[in-house]
């Protein structure tokens, strides 16, 4: 019998790249870039690494308030307006209802995102479910203990994993749902490497249309 999928997927917005909306149990945002107009204020921002296409000051500025709680990486913390917490990786911090668990993101064997870097990705425990957003990262050892509901994955290659090992990282997690990430930017990658990682993904995938969250 199929599991049934998580709860939080009805509530989770890809807004193209690795940038990501999640409506509650707060309102979340996860490298936020190029955001759509309108986008609601954020009350928890949480930033993976400092390369453009995930550290966006004018983005977050654009939905920062007061008593926005921002989260980075050291590197990226210092490209953003204070105040930001700095998290490391094996780092765990709780904001309001939600629990952050920082995990390492890097690539093995390249050096697009070297492990020293200090690159994260984040677990997210809220109302009784656990969102992986893997950050750009290859397939590492540390990733294959994250236990997850839903994991967001790169999928792209290049900088990141490709379809194929993002698989191989989908049967490492055994996550209830994985959805890609990481393409269709402009950037690196197209949806027909979100189709290829969907054709080889031992466990359901959701392919979220970018800015307005309707799965597809």
Same mark, same amino acid.
């Given at each position: ?13 890809? *807004? ?6 999640? !409506? ?10 190029? *955001? ?6 954020? #009350? ?5 690494? !400092?390369?453009? !296409? ?11 308030? /007061?008593?926005? +709680?921002?989260?980075?990486? +050291?590197?990226?913390?210092?490209? *953003? !307006? ?9 780092? *765990? ?33 809220? /109302?009784? /479910? ?6 750009? +990262? #290859?397939? +590492? ?7 997850? #509901? ?23 997690? =055994? ?14 990658? =197209?949806? /027909? #490497? ?23």
């Amino acid at each position: 019998m199929a599991r049934e999928a998580p709860h939080l997927l009805a509530f989770l917005h890809w *807004l193209g790249h690795a940038s990501f909306r999640l !409506d509650r149990p707060q309102m979340i945002y996860l490298d936020p870039w190029r *955001l759509p107009p309108g986008s609601p204020m954020a #009350d928890l921002i949480l930033i993976s690494h !400092d390369h453009f !296409d995930h550290c966006s000051p004018q983005d977050v500025a654009r939905i920062r308030r /007061e008593g926005t +709680t921002v989260i980075a990486n +050291t590197a990226a913390a210092k490209k *953003l !307006d204070p105040p930001v917490e700095v998290l490391q990786a094996g780092d *765990l911090k709780v904001v309001g209802p939600v629990t952050i668990t920082a995990v390492p993101a890097y690539n093995v064997g390249t050096r697009f995102h070297t492990r020293d870097a200090g690159g994260l990705g984040f677990v997210l425990t809220l /109302e009784g /479910e656990r969102l992986y957003f893997a950050g750009d +990262t #290859d397939l +590492t050892p540390e990733m294959k203990a994250i236990q997850c #509901d839903v994991a967001l994955l790169p999928v792209s290659g290049t900088y990141v994993m490709d379809a194929e090992q993002a698989a191989e990282a989908a049967r490492a997690l =055994s996550p209830r749902v994985a959805v890609p990430m990481h393409y269709g930017a402009g950037v690196v990658g =197209s949806v /027909e #490497d979100a189709e290829r990682f969907r054709s080889l993904c031992p466990v359901p995938v959701r392919i979220l249309q970018a800015e307005g969250g309707a799965i597809r």
